[in-house]
């Protein structure tokens, strides 16, 4: 079977873990420091501050208290998301308000997103998906017309450039997922950038059970045995193991950004033609993509699934709408047409760092076999 993900484990980062292992520091270090020096060094920012966490997850929930959310307030976010985002936002008894995607972009709809604000609205969250980037400049006017805090959920983006800036460096939060399948992957892992000193301590205490002791004597491998604890905290900190992999995956960012980039430009080079599939509307450029979608009819893409798997090729659905899941069918929302399409066309297909493109030949072949038997 064709993996839908496969992560890029190699010799370096099986060598990165024995040697963190034998550090014999399990907890958060020294790796996680060269961690986050290594993200500010990419994201080439003096003027912002990076702190690694346990999950990308961790990192929307801490955005959220960074941002000021609390209960009650009003959470604008695109149903066409990951249920992570719709976590965060419940677990500190705030509301979601679903707003709809834009159908060439799939980035939430600006213009609807417009008129969901209210006065109880305290952020947004816009979330890049996949290969094609938010429109970051029209979030920014956004944001500071109704005044919100923008919580950038950049887990398909990390490594990807929005008009030659590296995504990461001009949000007014931003948040990496370095989970499993992820393209530079901690084997789990998360990364918060913020503005400003304050909120990077607020992130600190947040990410460790609200301790003060400085970040500092952790990052030496030792831990201060005395301190304050002010507030709340979780236990979000990423270890020393899980640094040690993500170093190795960023010392190879530009072979997993090349190869990635030239599997989804074959894909959409080879499957641009079958009417009944849309590809994404990106020459891939400026981005390092996560996945590669298309959409599919409605009626068709379950039954493409199945044909596919039946030819030994795994496909995905990101994602399902979260106004669909039972939990959240009742949270405000505006009007969601395009997402509920979305929801019903969109299907992921195979996309791996290092990928062989014969791989990306036999899934487009099959793929443009299934329509031809529905001609
Ligand atoms: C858009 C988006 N946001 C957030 C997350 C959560 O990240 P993590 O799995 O690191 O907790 C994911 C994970 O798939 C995601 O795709």
């Not at 040697?19 to 986050?36: Q, T």
């Not at 834009?102 to 890049?128: H, P």
């Not at 990496?176 to 918060?192: A, N, R, W, Y």
């Not at 990410?207 to 952790?218: C, D, H, K, T, Y």
Request: net charge negative.
């Amino acid at each position: 079977m064709i993996p839908v993900f496969k992560p890029l484990i190699e010799q370096e980062e099986i060598d990165a873990s024995t040697e963190s292992l034998k550090l014999g520091w399990l907890g958060m270090g020294s790796y996680v420091s060269e961690f986050e020096n290594k993200i500010k060094e990419i994201l080439g920012v003096e003027n912002r501050y990076v702190a690694a966490l346990s999950t990308g997850t961790a990192g929307l929930h801490i955005a959220l208290i960074v941002a000021g959310v609390g209960k009650d307030d009003e959470v604008i976010v695109s149903s066409f998301n990951c249920s992570a985002d719709f976590q965060a936002i419940s677990w500190l008894g705030a509301k979601i308000i679903f707003c709809d995607c834009d159908d060439t972009t799939l980035a939430i709809d600006l213009e609807k997103a417009a008129g969901l604000v209210t006065s109880k609205t305290k952020a947004i969250i816009a979330m890049d998906y996949d290969c094609i980037l938010c429109d970051h400049d029209e979030l920014k006017n956004f944001a500071e017309k109704y005044q919100l805090r923008v919580i950038h959920d950049a887990a398909h983006s990390f490594g990807s450039f929005y008009k030659g800036k590296p995504v990461g460096s001009f949000s007014d939060i931003c948040v990496f997922s370095h989970d499993p399948v992820k393209t530079i992957t901690c084997l789990d892992g998360g990364t918060i950038v913020v503005k400003t000193q304050e909120e990077l301590m607020q992130v600190h205490e947040l990410r460790l059970l609200g301790m003060q002791q400085p970040a500092s004597v952790m990052y030496q491998n030792k831990r201060a045995w005395t301190f304050d604890v002010e507030r709340v905290g979780y236990r979000y900190h990423m270890l020393n193991m899980h640094a040690a992999v993500g170093l190795a995956q960023l010392s190879k960012l530009d072979v997993i950004t090349e190869t990635r980039r030239a599997a989804c430009k074959r894909y959409n080079s080879l499957l641009g033609n079958i009417s009944l599939v849309r590809v994404p509307q990106t020459d891939f450029t400026e981005v390092n993509p996560f996945l590669y979608y298309i959409r599919v009819p409605g009626e068709h893409r379950d039954d493409l699934r199945d044909f596919l798997r039946g030819k030994g090729i795994d496909t995905g659905v990101h994602w399902q709408p979260g106004h669909w899941f039972s939990l959240w069918k009742d949270c405000q929302a505006g009007d969601l047409t395009i997402t509920a399409k979305v929801g019903n066309e969109i299907l992921s297909l195979p996309l791996h760092s290092k990928m062989e493109s014969g791989i990306v030949d036999t899934i487009c072949e099959n793929i443009a076999q299934y329509f031809t038997k529905q001609d």
